[in-house]
Each structure stands twice: as structure tokens, then as C-alpha cells.
């Protein structure tokens, strides 16, 4: 899920039965109004109401950061975010090991909404969505590259050459002028230069914003999942990141 967002693939044939998605401002730390949200989608929409072989949840947090995993110590995971995010009581400090970038993701998720969709679907996996999207990037096989994922009111912004991670992070944003500012810093930060440098987007663009894109970047390519292409352009990058494995030895779950 992203935001109020939900794909239905069949694992076997690689076929998307169903997605759908929900107009919604996530609130603030409001995560019971969030929870009673995402519990009325479940009791109103048939499909839901199965027990799934697998169900991976991404919720969209910017509540996340990667460490060095030799420094990583999970007893130290909440002071660490605690450091760099303001922690809600409800949130659930969670961790993963990537081993391809040589590091550990912390992150936080509402407590709330794991539990009112473990009440639909227990055998669920809670992820932040930074990770599919880092997974994405990292399997391309340009030197260097980005992936902006755009929304209202955040974006995730990843930079890598090579194989190497040069930055994955996230920023509030308020419009769509305020997300070039972050991509364009970044940039500059790391000497890239947007001609030779591969973009990838996902995310709910205009026209307009594509537009703005291309004529910037020599390359702009909407980031989806080669294994299934959804009919449309738009729709892709609504809803692709679904469909990106979470990480290496998640893929076949």
C-alpha cells in the first residue's frame, strides 16, 4: 500500500488482477483516523476480504535512514532515528539488512495500521517503500543514475554510481517546483551532471512536470517493473512501485 493504494498480482502468472486507489492526505501521527481508513477499504472491496499466499506492505514513511551495518547495533535503532526524526509513541522501529549496500535500514511504521491489516491478512510484511524503490535503482545497469519518486507532499530522491549508494533520502515537499530544487541540490552536491545521468521517476506527474523533466535530463524513464507493464503510461507510475521486490532475497516471496 501507498498512501491508500493496493495492487493484486497473481505470483504464478505474473498477472495484476486488480488495482485500485483512494484519494487521501495521510494526517500527521493521526494514525487511528489512518488505520480506520485503510479497515473501511478492507470491509468494502470483495478482493480484500481473501487470505493472501503473500501480502507486502509498503507504507510510505520518511521516517527511515541507512547506517553501515558493522555500526548497526538493534538495540540502538530507535535512539538512532530518534536523532533524526520526531517519534511518535505509536510508531514501531523496525530494521532490515541490505547486504548490497552494505548497510541497514531503519525505519518507522505506525503500529495501528500493521495491526488493522494483520487483523485482514496475518501472514503480512511491513516495509518502508523506500526499500522497493532502492531495490529498483539498484538493479539498473546505468553507471549513473536517479529515482525521484514524486508525492503532494514528500518525495524519496535515491542517487548511485556504479554500485555504489551515494545518497537515499527524503524531503517535504509543497509543490512540484520545490521537488526539482531537492533533485537539482543533490546533484550538485555529488557533481552530477543531469545530461549524463539517468532519471527515473514514479509517482503522480503531469504533463506538465514531465515536460519540465525532459528538458533537463537527456534520459527520463518511468520506473516499472519488467516482468509487468501496466496498459498505460499513468498508471504506471501510480502504481509500479507495487510491483518492485522489496529486495534481492525477498523476490521470490
Avoid at 497473481?10 to 484519494?23: L, S
Avoid at 541507512?66 to 517519534?87: D, G, M, N, T, Y
Avoid at 541490505?98 to 511491513?126: E, H, M, V, W
Avoid at 512540484?176 to 531537492?182: A, G, I, N, Q
Wanted: aromatic share 14%; charged share 15%; net charge negative.
Amino acid at each position: 500500500m501507498n498512501g491508500l493504494s493496493f495492487v493484486v498480482q497473481d505470483k504464478t502468472t505474473k498477472e495484476c488482477i486488480v488495482w485500485e486507489y483512494f484519494p487521501y492526505t495521510i494526517p500527521g501521527n493521526d494514525y487511528n483516523d489512518w488505520a480506520h481508513e485503510i479497515d473501511g477499504i478492507f470491509r468494502r472491496t470483495d478482493t480484500l476480504q481473501k487470505h493472501f499466499a503473500h501480502c507486502e506492505v509498503c507504507l510510505d514513511t520518511c521516517k527511515h535512514t541507512f547506517i553501515p551495518s558493522p555500526l548497526f547495533k538493534p538495540e540502538q535503532a530507535v535512539q538512532v532515528l530518534k536523532q533524526l526524526f520526531s517519534i511518535a509513541d505509536l510508531d514501531e522501529i523496525n530494521h532490515m539488512d541490505i547486504p548490497s549496500a552494505g548497510a541497514t535500514c531503519i525505519y518507522a511504521l505506525p503500529g495501528p495500521i500493521s495491526n488493522t491489516i494483520l487483523k485482514r491478512q496475518r501472514d503480512a510484511r511491513f516495509y518502508a517503500s523506500i526499500l522497493p524503490l532502492y531495490e529498483f535503482l539498484r538493479t539498473q545497469k546505468d553507471y549513473s543514475r536517479a529515482l525521484l519518486c514524486y508525492g503532494e507532499t514528500q518525495i524519496h530522491l535515491i542517487l548511485m554510481q556504479g554500485d555504489k549508494l551515494l545518497l537515499c533520502n527524503s524531503y517535504a515537499v509543497d509543490r512540484f517546483s520545490t521537488s526539482l530544487y531537492f533533485l537539482f541540490f543533490a546533484l550538485k552536491q555529488w557533481q552530477l551532471n543531469p545530461h549524463s545521468l539517468s532519471l527515473y521517476i514514479t509517482g503522480p506527474f503531469k504533463p506538465a512536470h514531465l515536460r519540465q523533466l525532459c528538458s533537463f535530463f537527456s534520459s527520463v524513464t518511468v520506473a516499472s517493473n519488467n516482468e509487468f507493464l501496466f496498459p498505460t503510461e499513468s498508471v504506471n507510475l501510480q502504481f509500479a512501485p507495487h510491483l518492485f521486490p522489496v529486495c534481492a532475497s525477498s523476490a521470490d516471496l
